[in-house]
């Protein structure tokens, strides 16, 4: 099914003997972000370059091909950014080829080889405003499955922007660590890490957006589906920071993307409009879950309230009334639709307990996704 995923997807993935998928990709970046004044900093030594050998995946170096005392900013060595903070801030290749590289190492890990150790001798610090079960896990073994050593800040270590300014703490722990992830609540905390830090941050999600959620389910879509460009996508429930990754990734690949959510709880119009604008997907906001999700490939949900809108739970149970997804709302959909969420789930709230058990949800593959997802980006900003 990897396999499949990979030929699905565009790019040339060579196969293996054994049915896993390797190619190797530049670091090719578009778009910019946050630019930075970086101090000159030592480079580490030469980072390994995966090749193919015998039919087996193996590790070489490869010396660096700049200077360490140039005084270069580290960024600018790159064409775009250094750090995945939104999907729009990559173009359709490059998004499409890191979903790929998923593929390609997933299939390789289900093979059980363990020989591909591209993040051997880095260490990654993980940055925990807001804990999480999924995120701490998916990036913490899929770092260690491939080498590397992961460090767990929880929101009590760092307290950042309280005990410590975040630039601070930015600067600081880019000087231990090879890549950041962090996990906030303000996406504004994340825009700060980037802007000062000197190694690739990731954004494990805020109160905006949630890339790494979405690339894992456009990878679980292709590996189901087929594809995801010309998939119809309907989203049920508030406009929130999955929705808005949604969109940026609609204005990126082509796909028919619909929010379906009561009015007073649409997504940021800015965000919708920067969707549209992009002219790549068919989108659409409405208030009418049944027409919305009539001939879609994929429905999918949220929590209602998300971690610190819980005191208005009660509140939104009540505006929320009619988008719940059950068994009668998924047979509007069709025999074809898969159910989706990204979890952790509120059975018997948005979504019933018949509806996630049932053969067509795929949320625990989803679930899954987030791993190798997360290592094909990590792989990607460093250059792997």
């Not at 578009?30 to 390994?48: D, E, K, M, N």
């Not at 010396?63 to 999907?87: N, Q, W």
Request: proline residues 5%; aromatic residues 8%; contains cysteine.
């Amino acid at each position: 099914m990897a396999a499949i995923a990979a030929a699905a997807i565009s790019g040339g993935a060579s196969l293996l003997p054994n049915g896993a998928a390797l190619s190797s990709y530049s670091s090719e970046y578009t778009g910019g972000i946050l630019r930075r004044t970086l101090a000159p900093r030592l480079l580490p030594s030469p980072v390994p370059v995966a090749r193919l050998r015998g039919g087996r995946i193996s590790c070489r170096t490869s010396a660096p091909s700049h200077s360490a005392i140039s005084g270069t900013k580290s960024d600018e060595m790159k064409s775009g950014p250094k750090d995945f903070l939104h999907i729009n801030d990559f173009d359709k290749e490059t998004i499409l080829k890191i979903i790929n590289r998923a593929s390609e190492v997933k299939a390789l890990l289900k093979s059980g080889d363990r020989s591909f150790l591209p993040f051997k001798g880095k260490t990654m610090a993980m940055i925990f405003a807001k804990p999480s079960m999924r995120t701490r896990v998916s990036f913490e073994t899929g770092f260690f499955l491939l080498g590397g050593h992961a460090i767990y800040l929880g929101p009590d270590v760092i307290q950042m922007g309280k005990r410590e300014e975040t630039r601070d703490v930015a600067r600081v722990l880019s000087r231990y660590n090879d890549i950041l992830m962090a996990r906030v609540f303000s996406h504004q905390d994340i825009l700060d890490l980037a802007a000062y830090s000197s190694v690739p941050v990731i954004n494990g999600l805020t109160d905006y957006n949630h890339p790494c959620q979405i690339m894992a389910d456009a990878l679980t879509i292709i590996e189901h589906i087929g594809q995801l460009e010309g998939a119809k996508v309907v989203y049920v429930g508030d406009g929130n920071n999955i929705v808005h990754s949604w969109l940026l990734l609609a204005s990126v690949v082509p796909f028919h993307f619909v929010c379906a959510c009561p009015k007073g709880f649409e997504p940021d119009e800015k965000t919708v409009e920067k969707a549209r604008s992009a002219g790549v997907s068919k989108i659409e906001i409405t208030d009418d879950p049944k027409e919305a999700v009539k001939g879609a490939d994929v429905v999918y949900s949220d929590v209602w309230a998300s971690m610190g809108q819980k005191e208005e739970a009660s509140y939104r149970k009540q505006k929320f009334q009619g988008f719940q997804i059950d068994e009668a709302l998924m047979e509007i959909a069709g025999p074809k639709a898969y159910f989706m969420h990204c979890l952790p789930a509120e059975r018997g709230v948005e979504v019933t307990n018949g509806v996630i058990e049932a053969p067509n949800s795929i949320v625990f593959p989803q679930a899954e996704n987030r791993m190798h997802a997360q290592n094909a980006i990590m792989l990607h900003l460093l250059g792997l």
